[in-house]
Structures are given as structure tokens and as C-alpha cells.
């Protein structure tokens, strides 16, 4: 078995997945769920509901704010409490709805058994107008809109398809999970979105440290006779092998130009449990109201590692308490992998449709040691999937050379942390760099704006 | 820096072995001067916390003592720690910001300053006995006074093992345990192979082109791989991270740099050796070789 | 021996005369006019070159203020009046004084009022902190505590309270420059009017958080309630997005907004008694009695 890899940089932090034996469990609902209206990339949704209003799950409660937005269903039953802002796990605020749960109802039309469906539906728009509706979203954690991204521009043709299966992340196990329990949704999902595309080639790509994945996956492509339409490509094991680009190099040898699309390369890359809520939405019905989020941790005994079908808008509290509360030992919450996911300030925060993970971090993983000087070693410039020399923009951004920053292209940094992680004099070239490109993507910005006027 | 401490050993301690007590002192003081010197600058002109935790001056003391004579005098290696730490690595704001290798610009230092204690290979009884090998005269120092006659009525190439005992300064001593430090470094993802391959073929291709074009008078390229300390500066030197280009490319002309200077110093210069010269004059250009060449970005071909 | 001590200096010493006829010559040559008030403004000027007027340097200063019609747009903040009167000596107009400013800290979010929920090991850096996240306490809008604005004052008029962990503004060496002011990313420092011998009031937070949130951050944040706004007589309290704002120019040092605030989230500084807020609220309701 040939085994595929993106052509530069990347790092091989240990893979610590400690819950990949755990079963999804379906948490039960909570008293009141808080729904956030910016939980996609783009313009934060409009809510039409107001208070006092009675929602049924599976009920628009929000509209798209602009064109890359999603509509925003409710997760659950009951009565609209309030519209107003509250914190987000950063601390800051947004237009949060909040809805205090009575009962259990669905929206008529929804339907929530375990049937599959395998009847693909022919009408292209039809299908992008389900998906729209639905509110589908990419889960991988960019939380692009997906009806957007499987509309390539005319004059742009989708080559392949790319489920990502990747789940490079150290400790995150839910896409793990969802292509062991639930290979066949995934590949209907996968087979709805390549007609969209107008039957382009379609690759699952998965790393090599999930076999089981790669064995279930390739007997329910067989089972389901997609043996001609699908593949599965088994990639190597390296981190960041999930970023978009660098899965396209890895499976396709192609990559995307600075400042370009995939598709300009002919790729459209999904996640798996993009293409389970594709399935789901489709073929069921069913708006994105759920997602599966692992809750995991090295301070965490075997027992208490957890896979959890949450609703979507369930506050982190809550998920915390039902799996036990926090650990001894751990310093740190961090919402997504360790690599690129985010500390948790404020627990009271809800979930988001990106939610993949709650991870706790121990003092010797997550607490920064103190910096000293850079010997240009050059290791973060190994590192750095992008090609990119972190030790000089860091340089250059503690200056302030914005055009030296953009000469040496600060804004084709996909934030992945390889530098940081690769650097032996724990220098933190990430913060310093993440500041400098939002500098300078501003900069570039205004000017096109320039341009434009 | 350990894993360099660690490459170097080897070399360093068969020529404790051959050399005996006085290279023993030699490397007593050198690194700890280097080391103290570090330390009391940063304690007390720098005012900012110590470096001599990450080695690095243990690693410059080292070198140094590997690239004068066993029977250099003790005051002299005190000389080069000062000139190494205090004016080629903390005047310059210490680790990361030199411009050039501080081991090399005290040798250079000490070759100028005190050109016959630091050409004195004089050698004394070490604890075990070596081969006939080691004489007054380096086979370089030889070739540069007397050309390649001299070399020819010393017993040259026949009594001569190039892989043991070359005899020189400390550090030259073995060309095969400067490889295996080399291949130790390589695999443990310390260095990469570009520069010293650059700087090694670069002296294979002139010194092969010249020795063709007169074996009379030009010595031929195993000669000059293996004798005076190419090996040992293409290998630990000439790698420096501070002190040597980033970018692939940039290494590759930087060692050829290295090559072709040190070259035309060993046939042409008044000097026997020229690998402290072609490195130091390399170190100038290294600020403009990270200016010029930058690595392949992803997807901006 | 003689002979090369002689020649030594006599070649080095028409080597010093060639070299400097042509200096002399490039001189004249690449000689630029310049009117000759920018060097004596800039002579005026305080030379820190902090940038805190708008331009570059004391230099930039100097040579717009010689192009400019009049001084309106050009102010010195360090030199203050005093050199101002100077500059507009040299350019022979007359110019009206400013009021001296000062650089004012709007959070009191110390350690005590503002308890840590979760712990920063980033960066050093309020512009990296206040990227990621909303800091390390319950206010999303109230001071980082790295220190930007202590790097950023040239006069090392401020410094970190590492008891408050707030910012501390010595009024002696403060220029008003505004280099900490353009350094804050949450924008909580604000150049304000001195005041009669230092004596001022304003509101030291900027939490716009609705009241039971912004309380519940912090003990000493503004929570919005209006109780300023409705007992100033001389309409200086604006009241918006749940904060209170003192307007200098309006302001009469009367001190009753500090006395009603519930959170003392007003500060009033320099004046020469404490404030007894008993008896101020007294006073506060006998008007209202008498206006009734």
C-alpha cells in the first residue's frame, strides 16, 4: 500500500488518541441551550425568532447575514428566553439565542430514524438548496459554508473531491469515530456531493494511525458498490496533513497558488462529518443541529474519555459535567486539538457548530517555557508546510516591516503552530506572526479596496 | 549544542590519548574560559541572564582547543577565550547575533598574534604510544615551506595513514572519528550534509583539476581532504547555524566559497593552511546569502 | 629614519589637504536651501522625537510648521505652551494656549476589583493577548496588564503597579505625547484636560457590558446605571452603551457624580480634600427637595 504525504514541512507530534476506543454517546439536553449566530465563517446570521417564541428542533431561528453565511436551526424544543449578546469561549461578545428546553420536538419532515437512504437525488440545485437550508457548515474547523464552496465560480471545474479524514490533530478522535460507526452515511454524503460536482473523482483521504477507519471505510465503498466512484488514499502520518492545501498537494500534487482557491486547482476538499451532515441534510432532512465532540485529556483516566453526539448551542459547562467535571492535573481547556485549537477562557460559553473537541491539558504539555535567543537553526523554516522562514517574519514583525512582511508572503501563514512546535528556543514565533499577517491582510485589503474606487 | 559536545568527543579524547597531559591542560582551560568568561559577562556587562546553559560556550571552548596545538601554553588559550566569547560572540549581543564563528576568529587571532606558538608541533609523550606519524612539521606545514619535494624526502604518501594520526592541531588528529561525530550530527537531524559536501567536493574538483595539471608541483585532492583541518572545519565549523547560510542554495555557494578560497591559499598563499581564512571571509557574506536566497514556498513556484 | 618620518607626514598631510578641498567642493556643490526658521524652530523644540505631534520627528514638526498658514494644526505636546510661544516667535505670529493634557488609565480593573479567571502564558504583548482571547479575567474590555503602553512611553512616565497590575501614570514626566494611547488595543488610555492644578474627574472604566455582567467582572466597573447622569447640573455626563463618559470641557469639579457612584467607578484626582460623600449626597438631595 502506497502511502501519500504533502511535499514540505509538517512536524510528527505524538498522536495521543486516548478516546479512539470510546463509542458516540448521545448526551441528554440541558435546561437551556444558548444558539450563537456567528458559528460559520462570514457574516454573523439575523435572528428571526423573538422572545417568547416556541421553537421546535430542527427550526430556522436564523437567517444568512450575507453571502458566505449559514442559516441557524434551533438544536432543540421550547421557548425563545432572550436575543442578546453573550460571551463566546474567547470572552467576547455575540448575539446568542437563548431557548429554554421543553419536551422534544421535531419539525415535521425530519427523519430521525437509522434507515440509510442510498437513493441519490438527481436535481443539482435542489440538492445545494437543501444544503443552504440546512445550514451545513465545513466541520473541519475553518466552519466554511458548504453550498458555497460546492459551487465553483463558472469557468471553474471540481477534478476531485477530497473527503478529509485525516483528523491530524493530536487527542481528537469524532471524525475517528463517525467513519467507524457510520462509514456508509458518510459515503452517500461523499457521493451526493461528487454529482454536485458534476461526477468528479473522489478521494477519502486518511491517515495511516487509523486503520480500522481505513479498513470500514474501503469494506462500505465495496458494500455499497461505489468501488468506481471512490477511493480511499491512505496518508502518512503527519501533521498538517488535514489543512486544505496540504491534503490537496498530498493527494493530488497540485498546489493551490498564494491567495488562491482549491478549486483553482480543480479540488474541493470536504470533511468527513461535513459529508455525514451532508448525508443527513439530504437524504433525511435533517438541518445541522448535531455534531460529535471528544472529550479527551492525558489527566483524563480510560473511563472517562468520552465521544459525545451533542446538540449544537449546548453550553460547555454542561458538556464538562456530564462527563465528570474537570480532571486533577489539568491546567488548560482547550476547544479543538492541542496543535490549533483554542484555550477555553470562559466555560459558561456554548458550542458551536465547530465544536470538535474538549481537551485538558496537563502543565508539562500546554505552560510556555521561557524563550531565548534564535541561533537561525532553522528548524521552524523545516517545518513550516508553507515554505515560509517563521524566524525571519517573526523578526521582521517585531520591527514592523510590513513590506518586508509581505515580500515574504506573512499572509500565506495557515497558523498550523509548526514553527512554535519546532523551535528548540521555545521562541513564540506563532503570536508574533498571527498579529503580523492580520497587519498586513489588512494592508492588502484597503488597498484592493484602493483599487476598486 | 550537546549533540556537538558529543560528535567532537571522540576526536578530542584520542588526542588527549596521543597528546597527553598538555593537551589535557589545553583543554582544561579552554573551556573553562570560555564557559567563566560567558558567564561573568553576561553576570556582569550584559546584566541579563546567563547563557552558559545551552552550551554553546563549551562548544566554542572546544573547538578552539581542537584547532591550536597540544602544546600551545596555557596563557595563549586564555587569550583566544577572550578574543572568541568576548570580542567575536558578546560584543556582538552573544548567541544568535555573531557574524562570524567565534573558535575561528580566535585561532586566527592567535595564528597571527603568535604565529610560532600556535605552529609549534612539537609533540610530548601521551598515554599511548603513537605511530612515526607524528613529526615536528605538519605535511602541510612541510608542503608550504618546501613544496611538493619535501613532501617526497619525508616518506610522502607511504608512511603516512590518512585516517589515524595525522598530526596538526589537536582536533585534527583523526579523520575517521571527525566522520563518525559528522554522521552522528546527520542523524540526529543537527546538521544537513549540504555545506560540508559543497565545501569537500569544492576541494576534490580544485585540488584534482590543479594536481592534473602539475603533480609536480600541486598536492592531489586526498591529500588535501584529509590533512590540516578541512575535515574538521567543514564538519563543525563551516555548519555553524549562526554562522553559515539558511537556504540550501546558500549553503551550497558558501562552501564552494569556502573551497575555492581555501584552495588558493594552501597553493598560493604564505600561509600552509586557509580553512580559519576562507571561513572567516566566508562568515562576511552569509548576512547577504540569507538576503538573496530564501527556500521554495508552497505554491508560489 | 628621519626622511620616512618626514615623508609620513608630509604625504599624510597633503592626503588631509586633497580630501578636504573636495569635501569642501561637494559640499558647496550638493549644498540644499533650506529656510533657515526650521532650524531654529527645531532648535525650540524638545528633540524626543517621540512623534507625539502627528509627524515623524521634531524635524518633520519644524519644516510643516514653517510651510503652514498659521499654528493651528501643529502642537508640541511635550514642550506644552511655553515652547509653542517660542515657535510661534520665530515665525513672528501669535498663537492662542492649550490646556495641558494628560495621559488618564480608564479601567481600575486591579487585582482586588477584577478577580483572574483563567491564566495568560502567551506572549508578553497586549496586542498578541488581546488577539486571542478576552484577557484573563471576566471583562473583555478592561486593561491586559503586559505593559505595551510602559514600552511604548519614551518618558518612562508609566509604569506596572505589580500589586493592581495595572499601569501607573507618573504626572511629572507624562507629556501627553499619546504614543501609549495609539499603543492600548482595547483604547483604554485618553488624553485629557489637566485640569485646574491637576484637579479632574472621569470614569475609570470602559466596560460596556450591561450591568450585571460588567459587575459580575469586576467590582469596580461602570455598570451603567445612570445615577452620574441624572445628578450632573451641568450636562458633562454622556451615557452610552451602558458606560458613562465625562466630557472635560463641560465639567465643573463638583464631585457629585463620584459621590453617587455605586462602584466608584469615578475617579476624582488631585483635589485637595477627600471627598465626603455623606455629605454630598446631602446636599444632592436638598436640591432635588428644593427643585420638587
Not at chain 1, 387 to 413: I, T, Y
Not at chain 2, 60 to 81: D, K
Request: aromatic share 6%.
Amino acid at each position: 500500500m502506497s502511502k501519500i504525504t504533502f511535499s514540505r514541512g509538517g512536524v510528527h507530534p505524538h498522536d495521543n488518541k486516548l478516546a479512539r476506543e470510546c463509542r458516540i454517546e448521545v448526551l441528554p439536553l440541558p435546561p437551556v441551550m444558548y444558539v450563537s449566530m456567528a458559528q460559520h465563517l462570514g457574516a454573523p446570521a439575523k435572528p428571526i425568532v423573538a422572545p417568547g417564541d416556541f421553537v421546535k428542533a430542527g427550526q430556522v431561528i436564523a437567517e444568512p447575514g450575507g453571502f458566505i453565511s449559514a442559516f441557524v436551526h434551533s438544536p432543540v424544543s421550547g421557548t425563545v428566553k432572550s436575543v442578546a449578546p453573550r460571551k463566546d469561549l474567547a470572552g467576547n461578545p455575540v448575539m446568542h439565542v437563548e431557548i429554554a428546553v421543553e419536551g422534544d420536538v421535531w419539525m415535521d419532515g425530519i427523519d430521525l430514524s437509522d434507515t440509510l437512504v442510498t437513493a441519490l437525488p438527481e436535481d443539482r440545485d435542489a440538492v445545494l438548496a437543501k444544503i443552504k437550508e440546512c445550514g451545513i457548515v465545513g466541520l473541519g474547523g475553518a466552519t466554511f459554508p458548504t453550498h458555497v464552496k460546492l459551487a465553483p465560480p463558472p469557468g471553474k471545474t471540481a477534478e476531485c473531491l477530497i473527503i478529509n479524514g485525516t483528523e491530524c490533530e493530536p487527542f481528537l478522535t469524532s471524525d475517528y469515530r463517525i467513519m467507524v460507526e457510520r462509514p456508509r452515511e458518510i459515503l452517500v454524503g461523499a457521493a451526493i456531493m461528487q454529482n454536485v460536482l458534476g461526477g468528479c473523482r473522489c478521494v477519502i483521504g486518511i491517515e495511516e494511525n487509523k486503520p480500522e477507519a481505513i479498513a470500514i471505510m474501503k469494506k462500505a465503498i465495496k458494500e455499497l458498490g461505489y468501488e468506481k466512484r471512490m477511493k480511499v488514499a491512505v496518508l502518512k502520518k503527519r501533521y498538517p496533513q488535514g489543512g486544505e492545501k496540504q491534503l490537496i498537494d498530498a493527494v493530488m500534487r497540485r498546489q493551490v497558488r498564494s491567495g488562491g482557491l482549491p478549486i483553482d486547482v480543480g479540488a474541493v476538499v470536504q470533511n468527513a462529518g461535513t459529508a455525514l451532515a451532508v448525508y443527513e441534510a439530504v437524504q433525511k432532512n435533517k438541518p445541522l443541529v448535531t455534531n460529535v465532540l471528544t472529550v479527551t485529556g492525558k489527566s483524563l483516566p480510560e473511563s472517562r474519555q468520552h465521544n459525545y453526539l451533542f446538540r449544537i448551542g449546548m453550553p460547555l459547562s454542561y458538556i464538562i459535567e456530564q462527563a465528570g467535571g474537570a480532571p486533577e492535573g489539568a491546567v488548560k481547556l482547550v476547544s479543538g486539538g492541542p496543535m490549533m485549537g483554542k484555550a477555553v477562557s470562559n466555560p459558561d460559553a456554548a458550542t458551536v457548530k465547530g465544536s470538535s473537541s474538549l481537551l485538558y491539558l496537563d502543565a508539562a504539555d500546554t505552560m510556555r517555557k521561557s524563550a531565548s535567543s534564535c541561533i537561525r537553526c532553522g528548524r521552524c523554516a523545516d517545518a513550516c508546510p508553507m515554505g515560509l522562514e517563521p524566524f525571519l517574519l517573526n523578526r521582521l514583525a517585531k520591527v514592523s516591516d510590513m513590506d518586508g512582511l509581505e515580500a515574504n508572503a506573512v499572509q500565506d501563514c495557515i497558523e498550523c503552530g509548526c514553527c512554535l512546535y519546532s523551535c528548540p528556543a521555545n521562541i513564540p514565533l506563532l503570536d508574533n506572526i498571527r498579529v503580523a499577517k492580520g497587519q498586513v491582510l489588512g494592508i492588502i485589503r484597503a488597498r484592493a479596496a484602493a483599487k476598486k474606487q | 549544542m550537546r549533540d556537538v559536545l558529543i560528535a567532537l568527543a571522540p576526536a578530542e579524547i584520542l588526542s588527549v590519548l596521543v597528546y597527553g597531559w598538555s593537551e589535557l591542560l589545553v583543554l582544561a582551560v579552554g573551556i573553562t574560559s570560555c564557559v567563566l568568561l560567558e558567564w561573568a559577562i553576561t553576570k556582569w556587562m550584559l546584566r541579563k541572564p546567563s547563557t552558559i546553559g545551552d552550551l554553546s560556550a563549551a562548544v566554542t571552548g572546544l573547538l578552539l582547543v581542537m584547532n591550536v596545538p597540544s602544546s600551545t601554553p596555557w596563557w595563549i588559550v586564555v587569550i583566544g577565550s577572550i578574543v572568541a566569547i568576548g570580542i567575536a560572540k558578546m560584543s556582538f549581543g552573544g548567541i544568535g547575533q555573531n557574524i562570524f564563528n567565534p573558535a575561528i576568529t580566535a585561532r586566527v587571532f592567535l595564528l597571527v598574534s603568535f604565529p610560532r606558538q600556535l605552529t609549534d608541533w612539537s609533540v610530548s609523550q601521551g598515554f599511548i604510544h603513537a605511530t612515526d606519524a607524528i613529526s615536528g612539521a605538519t605535511l602541510l606545514g612541510v608542503y608550504g615551506e618546501g613544496g611538493m619535494e619535501a613532501l617526497t624526502a619525508i616518506g610522502y604518501p607511504e608512511n603516512h595513514k590518512m585516517f589515524m594520526d595525522i598530526g596538526g592541531s589537536a582536533g585534527e588528529i583523526s579523520a575517521a572519528l571527525l566522520l563518525l561525530g559528522f554522521i552522528y550530527l546527520l542523524i540526529r537531524k543537527v546538521v544537513k550534509p549540504w555545506i560540508p559536501l559543497s565545501i569537500i567536493g569544492t576541494v576534490f574538483v580544485v585540488s584534482t583539476i590543479f594536481y592534473f595539471v602539475n603533480p609536480e608541483v600541486y598536492t592531489g585532492p586526498v591529500f588535501n581532504l584529509l590533512t590540516g583541518g578541512v575535515l574538521l572545519g567543514a564538519f563543525f565549523m563551516a555548519t555553524d547555524y549562526v554562522t553559515s547560510p539558511m537556504s540550501t542554495l546558500g549553503g551550497v555557494i558558501y562552501g564552494i566559497g569556502i573551497g575555492v578560497i581555501l584552495m588558493m591559499i594552501r597553493y598560493f598563499g604564505s600561509y600552509p593552511e586557509g580553512v580559519s581564512f576562507a571561513i572567516l571571509i566566508m562568515n562576511c557574506f552569509v548576512p547577504l546569502f540569507n538576503r538573496w536566497f530564501h527556500q521554495k514556498k508552497f505554491g508560489r513556484a | 629614519m628621519t626622511s620616512v618620518i618626514v615623508w609620513t607626514i608630509v604625504i599624510l598631510s597633503c592626503l588631509g589637504l586633497i580630501l578636504a578641498i573636495i569635501l569642501f567642493l561637494v559640499a558647496k556643490k550638493f549644498k540644499v536651501e533650506e529656510d533657515p526658521r526650521i532650524d531654529e524652530i527645531e532648535k525650540a523644540l524638545p528633540g524626543a522625537n517621540c512623534g507625539g505631534c502627528g509627524y515623524a520627528g521634531c524635524r518633520a514638526f519644524a519644516s510643516s510648521a514653517v510651510a503652514a498658514p498659521n499654528l493651528d494644526a501643529h502642537f508640541c505636546p511635550v514642550g506644552g505652551n511655553e515652547v509653542m510661544k517660542k515657535v510661534a516667535a520665530v515665525l513672528g505670529i501669535e498663537i492662542a494656549e492649550k490646556a495641558p493634557q494628560i495621559a488618564v488609565l480608564r479601567c481600575n480593573g486591579s487585582c482586588t476589583n477584577r478577580p483572574r479567571t483563567n491564566v495568560y502564558d502567551g506572549l508578553q504583548s497586549c496586542r498578541v493577548k488581546a488577539q486571542l482571547y478576552s484577557g484573563d479575567t471576566l471583562c473583555p474590555y478592561g486593561c491586559l496588564g503586559c505593559g505595551d503602553c510602559v514600552a511604548a512611553c519614551q518618558f518612562g512616565a508609566i509604569s506596572m503597579n505589580p500589586e493592581t497590575l495595572l499601569p501607573e501614570i507618573d504626572e511629572t514626566k507624562c507629556t501627553a505625547c499619546g504614543a501609549c494611547v495609539r499603543a492600548c488595543p482595547r483604547k483604554l488610555l485618553e488624553l485629557r484636560a489637566k485640569g485646574p492644578r491637576g484637579m479632574r474627574e472621569y470614569v475609570a472604566c470602559s466596560n460596556r457590558d450591561k450591568g450585571p455582567d460588567a459587575r459580575k467582572a469586576c467590582k469596580a466597573s461602570c455598570i451603567g446605571c445612570g445615577m452620574c447622569f441624572k445628578t450632573c447640573t451641568h450636562g458633562a455626563i454622556v451615557l452610552e452603551n451602558n458606560l458613562a463618559y465625562i466630557d472635560f470641557s463641560k465639567c465643573k469639579l463638583c464631585r457629585e457624580c463620584e459621590a453617587v457612584c455605586p462602584t466608584g467607578a469615578i475617579h476624582g484626582v488631585n483635589f485637595p480634600k477627600e471627598l465626603d460623600k455623606a455629605a454630598v449626597k446631602e446636599r444632592i438631595a436638598k436640591r432635588k427637595e428644593a427643585e420638587k
